[in-house]
């Protein structure tokens, strides 16, 4: 029995389709079950579950409307420069010094 040579151009891809299915196989064999990962990370699962609603549900429950200024504009004037309550400290130290 000869083996055709338009399949022998595609022994490597046998080779190697053949390696990894036994690989697979190995590690069905080895690996545990869904069931025993499921049962040893319920708990996980059910507190991430009920966070991602609780999250869903206070996005729809909370309203977003903005109200005064642009969003954050309030922080990055105060990462930017003097917060407000140290300038009016300042200006009222400079009136009591001129007593």
Do not use: C, R
């Amino acid at each position: 029995m000869e083996i055709s040579p338009k399949l022998l151009k595609f022994k490597a891809h046998f080779v190697i389709t053949i390696f990894v299915s036994l690989v697979f196989a190995f590690l069905l064999q080895v690996a545990p079950q869904f069931i025993t990962i499921l049962t040893y990370f319920w708990p996980l699962f059910i507190s991430t579950a009920l966070f991602l609603v609780l999250i869903l549900v206070f996005g729809k429950i909370t309203p977003t409307e903005f109200y005064g200024d642009k969003e954050g504009e309030g922080i990055m004037e105060y990462v930017a420069g003097q917060p407000e309550y140290l300038e009016e400290s300042e200006t009222l130290e400079m009136k009591s010094e001129d007593f």
